[in-house]
């Protein structure tokens, strides 16, 4: 599952973006200052950016050059309401590789958001595979010895960070914070709901409870 991390000061468009995002299958971030936009980028726990202009602290601008100075190829989508050309061609030359102008239509960004991920993504990282369990991240379906499986989003998106850290015990919080972000009560038993479903399609005996603490994918 990718993971993006939106840069944008403005709650309301950073929350906007962020909601389309993860129903869409994303995992996503959001930082409101540019400090924290490049120290977050810099990490490489990221496949995309994208980058506000006009971010408190460091500009938007700034944030590209320091990560391109420092060879961090993050593909980077600016969205601004800056809209001159020399604004644009500005972004550009410092290195980013889409330019999107406020307002826009989610639509839009999402496609443009594919197009940059599918440019950056090897052909090697489409399968995750935990013995003879086996995850097309293209396609979102699950094999589970014969037998393929769909998987809804965030079955997916939870099968993935399971098989990431096979035979790790993962928290019901890890498992909220990056599967549904912070918008879920840390109470709610939305966790063991999904590990529920997913047990129905993986098979009961692969995820194993570890009481009192979280789920663990069995090798």
Known sequence: MSRILIAEDEARIAAFVEKGLRRSGYVTRVVADGVAAYEQAR???????????????????TVLRKL?????????VILTARDSVSDVVAGLESGADDYMV??????????????RLRREEP???FLLRVGDLLLD????RVRAGERVTDLSAREFALAEILMRNPDRVLSREQLL???????YDPGS???????????????????????????????
Do not use: C
């Open 43 to 61: 990490g490489r726990d990221f496949d995309l950016l994208i980058l506000d202009l006009g971010l408190p602290g460091d500009d938007g601008l």
């Open 102 to 115: 406020k307002p826009f239509a989610f639509d839009e960004l999402l496609a443009r958001v594919r197009l």
């Open 68 to 76: 391109r100075n420092a060879r961090v190829a993050l593909p980077v």
């Open 177 to 183: 914070s990056q599967v549904w972000g912070f918008d």
């Open 123 to 125: 052909p090697e990282n």
């Open 189 to 219: 038993n939305i966790v063991d709901v999904y590990i529920r479903y997913l047990r129905r399609k993986i098979g009961a005996d692969r995820v194993q409870t570890v009481r009192g603490v979280g789920y663990r994918l069995r090798v």
């Open 137 to 140: 991240l293209r396609t979102r």
